[in-house]
């Protein structure tokens, strides 16, 4: 028998968080697509150069030019406006695959982001560490975007 001292905790990741947004469903989910394609940003706020191709099958990837970027995922579900759902090993680039879930609903006074992201892999614990602070400011951002554009 060999041992790889390998926890199945050490190789699983999963994130949850509930968003609540002061605009409408179809804005929120509009937010959505800019801040998670054009208007993707680092925690740093530096610009991270992302495609999505809302529609099943499409890719999300991080455009370099000329050619070169890193494939992060594939839409597996689309329902415009209550649910994107991607799969991918997205930022990480060894063995592991994710999914990743965004179900929105109408709720009194806006729109109520569900997230989760599970991963199972070989998960690298800077990773690990840096997931939920790289969500989050995603999030903040789909949030500013859509409230933003709510007022006008």
Not at 44 to 69: C, S, V
Not at 81 to 110: A, C, H, K, W
């Amino acid at each position: 028998m060999i041992s790889t001292g390998i926890r199945i905790e050490d190789m699983t990741l999963n994130v949850t968080e509930e968003i609540q947004v002061r605009a409408p469903l179809e804005v929120t989910f509009a937010a959505l697509l800019e801040q998670l394609g054009p208007f993707n940003e680092t925690a740093e706020d530096k610009p991270m150069p992302m495609k999505i191709e809302p529609w099943p099958g499409g890719r999300w990837y991080r455009d370099l030019g000329d050619g070169n970027g890193h494939n992060w995922g594939h839409v597996q579900a689309i329902k415009k406006p209550t649910l994107l759902e991607i799969n991918g090993p997205l930022f990480m680039s060894y063995p592991v695959v994710s999914n990743v879930q965004y179900r929105l609903s109408q709720v009194d006074g806006g729109t109520l982001i569900q997230f989760r992201h599970s991963a199972l892999g070989l998960i690298q614990e800077d990773h690990r560490r840096g997931v939920t602070k790289g969500w989050g400011h995603i999030h903040e951002g789909v949030k500013r975007r859509a409230e933003a554009a709510r007022s006008r």
